[in-house]
């Protein structure tokens, strides 16, 4: 059992009990936190996702994830699904460009010989067993085969199914155009430039050996956070935890740090028009944002995306699809993504541009300049308004409030702050940090990251 290196309790906003922090000698870290109720939830979180991908496995993450149920040697493949769904329980996992995620929620049900509940117990056990045991056997992975070839009749497996599913998301109008604005806001090289879950190429021929290495490599004691709500005494969950949590030998070696600078994305490009088979067009504006460690800034930007486009009555909506009489645009709205190395403020819509009998067809760059207009509008000639601002706050309170109602939402966020920023600032500061925020200094910050010239757009357009 590694020895007990930082500890730490922390008050958390709307729970009664702190949390425990506890991070051990060979790196790994245990959060519980105590909440009454006949829920529980285990989830691990693993500092990796594509921003440790290159060229030759990008998708690998994304891979893993669903090999990782494929089996260990204690445990047959299926045998984890199927124990966990008989008593009730939820499981899943995602991999994101920071990190990949698995979790379990589930009833507590009657309690173990040992006091605490036999579900979460068994659910403990198997999951860390999951996380660290997983043997990825050849005959879950498949073999590699050309994605491309339609005459191939070999054995496909996991392999298969991640193709599949890459294939699904390429017929996707959103996939397209986001991928596309993605692509320009990084420079080349950048990890984010990618899409997380790969390519049908890469996929097919990605060597069993090398998805197995790069799960020894990150799969580390010191990339690893195990997070525990529920009615839970902290000094007996420890053991259960740290017991089931047996690195063994795998080996606590220093991590490559990240650090990819955002200045060298390439300014000359920052409009693509895309094309597809499709009958309206469709649209997605990137601004870069600060870094989510940044929190007061960060905070002011999901203000102004909520004055902007996360509701029917946000400014985006009543201005381009509510209020004018024969309206072109379908849907529009935004919102602020967190990554480690930056956020993304993104505005995204569709909308009518082929001739209709109502209206005339519509080009991509007078589309776009309603677009920037209400944003502008925003800046400068009608700057965001005192009640604008309170009805923000108002509902951001509320939906952060609404995280502390739930095991897995509270789980959650905590996973994403520890492996996003390293700490919990970003959680326990959210409420003060809002509550201090003034009008003028989101303008400020919407003005300084908003402006025209640093937006990116990408435009999906059909093919006739």
């Not at 590694?2 to 958390?12: G, M, R």
Request: charge should be negative.
């Amino acid at each position: 059992m590694p020895s007990l290196q930082h500890e730490a309790k922390i008050d958390l906003p709307y729970l009664s009990e702190k949390a425990h922090v506890k991070t051990y000698e060979n790196g790994y870290t245990f959060v519980f936190v105590p909440k009454k109720g006949d829920v529980f939830n285990v989830s691990t979180w693993v500092r990796t996702g594509s921003i440790h991908e290159d060229e030759k496995i990008n998708g690998i993450s994304h891979f893993l994830e669903h090999l990782l149920f494929k089996g260990t040697e204690r445990f047959k493949p299926g045998e984890f699904d199927h124990k966990m769904e008989s008593m009730g329980a939820i499981i899943n996992a995602a991999t994101w460009k920071d990190f990949t995620f698995y979790y379990v929620t589930g009833p507590k049900g009657v309690p173990s010989e040992t006091g605490a509940s036999e579900n979460f117990e068994t659910a403990l056990d198997m999951h860390a067993d999951m996380m660290l045991c997983s043997t990825i056997p050849d005959a879950e992975v498949g073999p590699q085969y050309d994605p491309f070839d339609a005459d191939y009749a070999g054995e496909k497996r996991e392999r298969s199914v991640v193709i599949e599913e890459i294939g699904m998301r390429e017929d996707q109008p959103w996939t397209k155009v986001y991928n596309s604005v993605n692509h320009m806001m990084y420079p080349e090289g950048h990890p984010y430039q990618r899409d997380v879950i790969g390519t049908r190429k890469i996929i097919g021929e990605v060597p069993r050996e090398t998805i197995v290495d790069y799960y020894k490599t990150w799969y580390s004691p010191q990339n690893m956070t195990t997070i525990v709500v529920g009615d839970f005494e902290p000094g007996d969950l420890e053991a259960k935890v740290l017991k089931c949590f047996d690195f063994k030998n795998r080996k606590a070696d220093a991590l490559p740090m990240e650090n990819y600078p955002l200045d060298a994305a390439r300014k000359s490009k920052q409009y693509e028009e895309v094309k597809g088979d499709y009958q309206t067009a469709f649209f997605i504006i990137g601004y870069h944002a600060p870094r989510p460690k940044v929190l007061k800034e960060t905070i002011a930007l999901d203000i102004v995306s909520h004055v902007l486009g996360e509701s029917r009555n946000a400014r985006l909506p009543q201005a381009l699809i509510e209020k004018p009489e024969k309206p072109i645009f379908n849907y529009i709205g935004c919102d602020q993504s967190t990554y480690k190395l930056g956020n993304v403020f993104y505005i995204q819509g569709n909308y009518n541009c082929l001739e209709g009998p109502d209206f005339p067809a519509v080009p991509p760059e007078a589309a776009m300049a309603q677009v920037f207009g209400e944003v502008e509008k925003l800046l400068l000639s009608e700057p965001l308004t005192q009640d604008e601002f309170n009805r923000a706050v108002k509902k951001m309170k509320v939906d952060f409030a609404a995280t502390s109602e739930t095991a897995s939402g509270i789980a959650e966020t905590i996973g994403e702050c520890l492996t996003v920023t390293g700490d919990l600032a970003q959680y326990v500061d959210y409420l003060p940090t809002l509550e201090s925020l003034t009008l003028e200094e989101v303008l400020k910050v919407a003005k300084n990251y908003l402006a025209r010239d640093k937006a990116y757009t990408s435009v999906l357009l059909p093919n006739h």
